[in-house]
């Protein structure tokens, strides 16, 4: 465990915090008070928590340079694992990798080798693996924004929630999600929110309002 001094880096929750942030994110330790920690994020935000919170959620310096002072926790993603391409949800940092959840999987990656992507897409395409033989970065990527063009009904195509619309001419139809899988349906809301908690099959949280076409070019 790493010790809490007045130079230390926190990695921090929503709901750790009286502040009006939507996603984790990293912080330096301002004040080391007998009771209470003040802060400030990388983003600007000061806040104070207590101690016994602050020494529970200390990290090391390295682990804050590696992310490029960006905390990945919650966020959707994909990554190439060996020849496959997974999308998913990041649910654990640590210095040394990511751990990414995928269709039931724990997958331990690197930082670098993950790509932010629509919460919708991630969702989506989380039960489809793409094959890095057969499908090349850029086609992976004309799929994604495909998906999101057809469900915020852009570039000319009417906005759609039916799966089979939004997958047609993409994959073969014995690769679609299954409908049932999605019990919630796909409300025009979650495409603006480029954060979310998901297990396997269903949505848990909506982690994050803002607008979805940010989160690929973040």
């Not at 230390?8 to 942030?21: A, I």
């Not at 940092?93 to 990414?100: D, F, G, I, K």
């Not at 970065?137 to 000319?156: F, K, N």
Request: hydrophobic share 40%; aromatic share 6%; with cysteine.
């Amino acid at each position: 465990m790493v010790r809490l001094t007045s130079r230390s880096y926190l990695h921090l929750t929503p709901e750790l915090v009286d502040l009006d942030v939507d996603l984790p994110f990293y912080a330096k330790v301002l004040q080391l008070r007998p009771d209470k920690v003040t802060f400030r994020a990388f983003e600007g935000l000061e806040g104070c928590i207590d101690r016994s919170v602050a020494e529970e959620h200390v990290v090391r310096a390295s682990e804050v340079n590696q992310a490029g002072q960006q905390s990945f926790l919650r966020r959707p993603v994909s990554v190439r694992v060996a020849d496959q391409v997974h999308h998913g949800q990041v649910v654990a940092v640590s210095a040394e990798r990511l751990t990414v959840q995928s269709e039931g999987q724990l997958l331990p990656v690197k930082a670098t080798e993950v790509t932010l992507v629509a919460p919708v897409v991630a969702l989506l395409l989380e039960h489809i693996q793409f094959n890095s033989s057969e499908w090349s970065a850029d086609d992976i990527g004309e799929v994604e924004q495909t998906i999101l063009d057809r469900v915020l009904g852009r570039s000319g195509t009417p906005s759609s929630n039916a799966i089979s619309a939004l997958f047609e001419g993409l994959v073969d139809e014995e690769n679609y999600p299954r409908q049932r899988s999605y019990a919630t349906g796909l409300i025009p809301e979650l495409v603006n929110r480029p954060s979310f908690r998901f297990s396997t099959q269903l949505i848990l949280h909506i982690m994050w309002m803002e607008g979805c076409r940010r989160s690929r070019s973040t």
